[in-house]
C-alpha cells in the first residue's frame, strides 16, 4: 500500500488507516476477539497506520490495539481528556460508545495533563512510543491549546518522545487557526473534505498546502450516509441530502464503482491529503473496506461526480 510522509516530520502513513473509535464500541459493543481479529486482519491487508485515543471506549480501544499490534505500524493516539475512575455511586457515560469502564473523562490541556494522558496512553497500549500525537476536540478550550498544550506537545516533538504533532476535530475554522499559528506536522480533520460536504476545500487544505501540514480524512462516509446508512454527522440525514446521495449513487453505477469505493478514494486526490482513516469492527469489515480502497476508478467518473 502506498505511503505517504507527515509534514516535514520522518513519519510516512499508509494511504489507507485504520481507526480505531469502531473496536471502542462506538454505537454497538464488539467483542476483544473480534476486535483483535480485525487490527490483525488490517495488518495483513497492508494497512500500517492505526489511530487511537483514550476517549474511544475510555481506554477499550487503546488497550485492544496495544493487545493485538504486532511488527512494524505507525501508531497515533490523542490527548486532552484524562481518563479518572469513577467515585463511588456514579455511573459512566457512554459518550456514543457501548459497555464503557468505569471512567469517567476529564479535561485537562495543562502541560502535566498532556505527559500524564500520554503515560497513561502508553501504558494502555503496552507501547514504550507512539508515532503521532494529535490534540483531540479542543473547540471549547483555544486559548488553551496556545497557553499550554500546544507548548507541551511541541517539546515532546523537540525531546523525542513523539515524531509528529497535530490537531484532530470535526470543524474546519479551528484547524485552519492553528495551521496557521502553530507548526503542525498534521492534522486529522472528519467529514469536512468528503463526497457530501467538501468544505474544507475553502479553508483548511489550501493553509496545510502553504503551510506544509499534512492532512488525514477521517468519516469518509459521513457517518454513514455514503455507506448506505440514514445518517449524516450523527444525526438523520435530511431529505435532500438523500436525494444527493441517490445521484451519487446512480452516476458511479454508470461507471461500475460502488459509492463507497469512491467516498473512500475521493481526499486522497488532494495533495495535501496524506491517509485516510476507516472504522473497522471486524475481520470482514476491514477486508470489505481494503477491497473498495483498491478499486479501480476511472478518472471519468471523478469527473462526473
Known amino acids: ?3 505517504r510522509r507527515l509534514g516535514s516530520s520522518p513519519v510516512e502513513v499508509t494511504t489507507l488507516a485504520f481507526g ?4 471502542g464500541g462506538l454505537y454497538a459493543p464488539v467483542s476483544d476477539a473480534e ?6 486482519r488490517a495488518q495483513e491487508r497492508g494497512i500500517g497506520y492505526f489511530d487511537t485515543a483514550p476517549h474511544y471506549g475510555t481506554g477499550r480501544s487503546e488497550r485492544l490495539l496495544g493487545a493485538a499490534l504486532t511488527g512494524e505500524y505507525v501508531l497515533s493516539t490523542k490527548v486532552g481528556r484524562l481518563l479518572v ?6 455511573t459512566p457515560e457512554s459518550q456514543g460508545f457501548a459497555d464503557p469502564p468505569p471512567y469517567k473523562r476529564v479535561w485537562d490541556w495543562s502541560a502535566d495533563g498532556i505527559r500524564r494522558s500520554l503515560e497513561e496512553s502508553l501504558k494502555r497500549l503496552g507501547a514504550d512510543h507512539v508515532d503521532i500525537l494529535y490534540l483531540h476536540d479542543p473547540d471549547d478550550h483555544e486559548e488553551e491549546v496556545y497557553a499550554t498544550a500546544y507548548p507541551a506537545l511541541a517539546a515532546l516533538r523537540e525531546e523525542g518522545v513523539v515524531r509528529a504533532i497535530g490537531a484532530g476535530m470535526n470543524q474546519t475554522a479551528m484547524l485552519t487557526r492553528f495551521v496557521e ?4 506536522d498534521v492534522v486529522l480533520c472528519a467529514g469536512r473534505y468528503t463526497l457530501l460536504d467538501r468544505s474544507a ?4 487544505l489550501p493553509a496545510c498546502l502553504r503551510r506544509g501540514t499534512s492532512v488525514v480524512i477521517g468519516g469518509a462516509y459521513n457517518s454513514g450516509l455514503l455507506a448506505g446508512g440514514t445518517t449524516y454527522n450523527y444525526e438523520p440525514a435530511p431529505p435532500e441530502l438523500l436525494d444527493r446521495v441517490a445521484g451519487l449513487e446512480r452516476v458511479c453505477a454508470e461507471h461500475g464503482v460502488p459509492l463507497r469505493a469512491a467516498a473512500l478514494r475521493f481526499a486522497l486526490r488532494h495533495p495535501a491529503v496524506a491517509s485516510v482513516l476507516v472504522g473497522c469492527r471486524s475481520a470482514a469489515e476491514v477486508d470489505d473496506n481494503t477491497t473498495l480502497f483498491e478499486t479501480d476508478i476511472p478518472e471519468a467518473l471523478w469527473e462526473a461526480l
Open 1 to 3: 500500500m502506498e505511503r
Open 20 to 23: 480505531g473509535a469502531a473496536i
Open 85 to 90: 475512575p469513577l467515585e463511588p455511586g456514579e
Open 201 to 204: 476545500e475553502e479553508d483548511l
Open 181 to 184: 499559528r502553530l507548526d503542525l
Open 35 to 40: 476486535a483483535m481479529a480485525a487490527v490483525r
